[in-house]
């Protein structure tokens, strides 16, 4: 499966994003999804997650309340609306689809990895 991230962006702290993860080659119809970040010189660091079925989703706590997860089964495709950004949101966005069907903050349990796109919020 092939994974492709899109929607980042140079915004204002303040503004919103819609971050999308489309999927080809196969469905990740029974994959959870999630978003990690990376930031220059750190490491990548869990977002957010999705079940399957998108009756589960988990968040970092840094993002809670200002980031949603939601899929689309029928367009393959996973959203994070990032809210309220904030200059220390800035960092390369990845979206991964997990090995199970359950979320999870373990990027070990990632199994397929998108391209990244990249967040910058100024200040």
């Known amino acids: 499966v092939q994974l492709q991230a899109s929607g980042g962006g140079l915004v204002q702290t303040g503004d919103s994003l819609r971050l999308s993860c489309a999927a080809s080659?196969?469905?990740?119809?029974?994959?959870?999804v999630g978003w990690f970040r990376q930031a220059p010189g750190k490491e990548r660091d869990f977002v957010a997650a999705?079940?399957?079925?998108?009756?589960?989703?988990s968040y970092v706590d840094s993002v809670k309340g200002r980031f949603t997860v939601s899929r689309d089964s029928a367009k393959n495709t996973v959203y994070l609306q990032m809210n309220s950004l904030k200059p220390e949101d800035t960092a390369v966005y990845y979206c991964a689809a997990a090995k199970r069907s359950m979320v999870s903050t373990d990027v070990q349990e990632y199994r397929y990895w998108g391209q990244g796109t990249q967040v910058t919020v100024s200040s």
């Open positions: 080659g196969r469905t990740f119809l029974n994959n959870a």
């Open positions: 999705i079940s399957w079925r998108g009756e589960s989703t």
